[in-house]
């Protein structure tokens, strides 16, 4: 093989007794937490041991440098063999390890951020190949530097479709600088994986889906480092290292053993380790490990703004989809660190606009949710990007998982879903965004924005991009009319009042379309004698608790919501929330409460019991 020099039989040992010392640091610290994965982290001994101290460039001392190699550890419950690599790499103190699952320590039963060494929380498998991609799609495409991105994964986890979705993206974006590592050792939580030890059937696979794959005895240090070598010489495409492993490899009568998965060694522990130690010929062992290349370019994505303020008329109609697109084109144009990824709706969700003026700043992602998810947090780790990420909203509720670990990985991805709620009309239930401000609610930290015009959706995307954690914006299909200046201030938190008059005897909220039907339904009560205030929420999370109870108490504390998703977690029961401790306060919830159906979006507001008809109805009883 082209420039590959055999090692010399000495640095082979000394990779051999790391790996050994990562085995026996494992087990020691499993054993004080009584808990763990000793067999599970035994299985990569030799892996973690040829990438943290042969073939990974880093700098010890600061583990986030731009310029370092990335690992992720996709099969999360190894952990306490990552803490151990970084420990012998001389982090921090192996001794430390002890701490593993205590409550004082963050040395987690699985990768946190919370350490200077973890990029993202990973244990729900099969997502760490999608964060790979991403950081590997920003080190070939954006940052055209020398740092490359490696993942292990465990044969288990590779049964999750989101591996696939993740695989078939790193070979159709050619991500040469991608290593994907499968650890294979045959045997899942409760039993044997399904393809075990068939070797072939995993290189037919992984060379199927376009990637480069070498099939290598995982305990044998001398084929790793050629495998890995051949990985770092491999163009156009990623390679896949499928590692022929044996769980518990070194721990006699458990070794390759069923119903060890999860649990410490306990009586087992002290002839384990005599026999470990027993193979290891240098107790003090030469750390070399590789320099990265300081060529990754310095970025700012602070302090972003829309290039231009808005630019519409009042009364002129447009949907905040189409004003989402506009948006991020300008906020494109002020940051060049601004990226777009979509699942082949850019077209409908109008990220597309991005695409027209920086075509290399668009990733499609094509109908694989999960993996564009997990794209987007890669992307957006170690502050390389300012992701925003489209599709419809409702299709981020198979992305769910992926959303929940984004915001344990402390993420600042922003997911913009269009096409929400019944007012999309005739294509029906399956594409109706109606869980969406539930899910992103339940998101902890999580931002949540419903702009009803094209001026608050400009400036909730220009706010989103500057806001830390999950940013949740949702858009509209349908035109609606601009109500706001273009020089309209709004804030994180704070609502409007659209309006209002001392002799109001309601006050009605609503969001997005909702808020039109609450103006419409305000204009027919005042026909009948009867005044009410509308409110603008702005973002569903936080709530104006503030500004809401305050109106509602110069109302004779009566509060309807209304709203174009189901009943349950939406707007309603964020309000319902927000006044609960308020003694005279009563609100009456208006939403979708059954699976609608096809029909024109005038008619299925009216049916599902959220048109205006339908507020002026609630109100007169209210008042009665």
Not at 155 to 167: F, K
Not at 282 to 308: C, E, G, Q, R, Y
Not at 311 to 319: C, Q, S
Not at 336 to 365: G, Q
Request: glycine share 8%.
């Amino acid at each position: 093989m082209a420039n590959y020099h055999k090692m010399e039989a000495s640095s082979v040992q000394t990779l051999k007794d790391l790996a050994n010392k990562l085995r026996i640091d494992s087990i020691v610290a499993t054993n004080a937490s009584k808990s763990g994965h000793p067999t599970s982290c035994a299985s990569m001994a030799e892996i973690m041991s040829v990438l943290f101290f042969h073939t990974m460039r880093y700098k010890v001392s600061t583990p986030k440098d731009a310029a370092n190699d990335r690992f992720i550890l996709s099969k999360g419950h190894a952990a306490p063999i990552l803490y151990a690599a970084w420990a012998e790499a001389g982090l921090f103190p192996v001794s430390d390890l002890t701490n593993l699952r205590k409550i004082d320590s963050d040395l987690e039963g699985h990768p946190t951020p919370r350490l200077n060494f973890i990029d993202v929380g990973t244990g729900s498998l099969g997502q760490g190949l999608s964060v790979a991609c991403g950081m590997a799609y920003v080190g070939k495409y954006f940052d055209k530097s020398s740092y490359r991105t490696f993942c292990l994964l465990g044969d288990g986890e590779s049964a999750e479709g989101s591996v696939w979705e993740a695989l078939n993206f790193a070979s159709s974006y050619n991500l040469d600088n991608l290593v994907v590592i499968f650890d294979i050792n045959r045997l899942g939580q409760s039993g044997p994986t399904p393809l075990q030890h068939d070797m072939e059937v995993y290189r037919q696979r992984l060379t199927a889906f376009g990637l480069n794959a070498i099939v290598v005895d995982g305990h044998d240090i001398e084929e790793l480092t050629k495998a890995f070598h051949e990985a770092s010489i491999t163009k156009g495409k990623p390679t896949a290292i499928l590692a022929k492993t044996y769980k518990g490899k070194g721990f006699t009568n458990i070794e390759d053993a069923e119903k060890w998965h999860g649990t410490p060694l306990n009586d087992k522990t002290v002839k384990v380790l005599e026999e470990i130690n027993g193979q290891i010929r240098n107790k003090k062992m030469p750390i070399n490990i590789p320099k990265p290349i300081s060529d990754v370019p310095a970025i700012n994505i602070t302090n972003v703004h829309l290039s231009s303020q808005p630019n519409y008329t009042l009364g002129e109609k447009i949907a905040t989809r189409v004003a989402y697109g506009t948006a991020l084109a300008k906020i494109a144009e002020n940051n060049n660190r601004v990226i777009a990824l979509d699942a082949d709706t850019k077209n409908s969700t109008f990220s597309d606009k991005i695409k027209v003026k920086y075509p290399e700043r668009h990733i499609e992602c094509f109908i694989a949710e999960q993996n564009m998810v997990g794209v987007a947090i890669g992307a957006a780790c170690r502050d390389r990007t300012i992701a925003f990420v489209s599709t419809f909203a409702t299709f981020f509720t198979r992305a769910f998982d992926q959303i929940r670990m984004g915001a344990i990985s402390q993420t600042n991805v922003n997911f913009v879903g269009s096409h929400c709620g019944i007012s999309i009309g005739e294509d029906g239930p399956s594409q109706m965004g109606l869980e969406d401000i539930a899910l992103f609610r339940s998101i902890p930290g999580s931002t949540v924005f419903y702009p009803a015009d094209a001026v608050s959706c400009e400036r909730s995307i220009e706010l989103a991009a500057n806001t830390k954690g999950v940013c949740f914006v949702r858009t509209s299909r349908p035109a609606t009319a601009v109500i706001y200046k273009n020089d309209e201030v709004f804030e994180v938190g704070k609502a409007k009042v659209i309006k209002s008059s001392p002799s109001d005897k309601v006050l009605i909220i609503g969001a997005g379309v909702t808020l039109y039907e609450a103006l419409n339904a305000a204009e027919d009560l005042e026909k009948s004698g009867i005044s009410v205030r509308v409110i603008d929420p702005f973002t569903i999370k936080p709530l104006d608790a503030a500004t809401i109870i305050n109106n509602a108490k110069e109302c004779g504390g009566k509060i309807i919501t209304v709203e174009d998703h189901y009943s349950e977690g939406g707007l309603g029961e964020a309000v319902l929330s927000a006044v609960a401790e308020e003694r005279d306060i009563v609100v009456r919830k208006l939403a979708v409460t059954d699976i609608p159906r096809s029909g024109p979006a005038n008619v299925l507001l009216d049916l599902f019991g959220i048109s205006a008809k339908n507020v002026v109805a609630a109100v007169k009883k209210f008042v009665n």
